[in-house]
């Protein structure tokens, strides 16, 4: 029952420094998530992922990059490290095939923890 | 554009009372709506969901009802143990095939013995 696993669990970069989040999921899920979580806001969606060959910005995608490697996997990539980028990365997945029962739940990974100093 | 709004935490009860989290929410269409609960150290889990108006979602003795007239999606449970310390984030989606969710800010919740 693994679900959506997500690598690593902890991460310290410092300010510059190029970085990519893995996961993958293995529910056959088509479409796929990265939110980040703040104290005081909730979580707020970066990039998502439809379905495999697709991606479209979130809510706050400055500064990060996504690649939908299959259906599988979905990766988020910092290019150049900001400490504002300090927080915890979720990745979600759910079953779009499914919409005409409503909108489908999405399961979450257990976060990476991110500290850019 | 949507919106949640959540009742400010944290929020501490002791065993055996009676909980409320309220949730109110901003949408253009008729959207649905979602509880999700996050445990110390974990991921979020989805808690319950309706889909359309008067809709009641339950699930492990929590309750919520999509009440459309005051945009409402209020959380409630009947005697609230020590395993139920969490946050609680209530949620929105528009309409059927969106892969948008919006989330409130989260409420936590201590329940003391």
């Known amino acids: 029952n693994a679900g959506v696993t997500q690598t690593p669990k902890f991460q310290v970069l410092k300010t510059g420094q190029s970085m990519t989040l893995q996961c993958a999921q293995d529910m056959n899920h088509n479409s796929m998530y990265w939110y980040r979580q703040d104290p005081g806001m909730g979580l707020r969606l970066i990039y998502y992922?439809?379905?495999?060959?697709?991606?479209d910005k979130g809510e706050v995608p400055n500064g990060y990059n996504v690649s939908r490697l299959n259906k599988r996997e979905f990766s988020l990539r910092l290019e150049s490290a900001a400490p504002s980028q300090t927080s915890v990365y979720f990745c979600?997945?759910?079953?779009?095939?499914?919409?005409?029962?409503?909108?489908?739940?999405?399961?979450f990974g257990d976060g990476t923890r991110l500290s850019i100093l | 554009g949507d919106s949640v709004t959540q009742m400010e935490g944290p929020v501490t009860l002791s065993e055996e009372a009676f909980l409320t989290i309220n949730c109110t929410y901003t949408a253009t269409g008729y959207p649905s709506l979602f509880w999700y609960v996050q445990y110390p150290g974990e991921g979020l889990q989805l808690l319950l969901k309706a889909t359309k108006a008067d809709d009641k979602g339950s699930n492990k003795g929590f309750e919520a009802t999509y009440r459309k007239e005051t945009t409402s999606f209020h959380l409630e449970k009947g005697s609230v143990q020590v395993s139920d310390s969490a946050v609680y984030f209530c949620?929105?989606?528009?309409?059927?095939?969106?892969?948008?969710?919006?989330f409130g800010k989260g409420t936590k919740l201590s329940v003391i013995p």
């Open positions: 979600a997945s759910s079953d779009m095939d499914r919409g005409l029962l409503g909108n489908q739940p999405q399961h």
């Open positions: 949620a929105l989606s528009e309409g059927a095939g969106s892969y948008q969710l919006t």
């Open positions: 992922s439809a379905s495999e060959g697709t991606t």
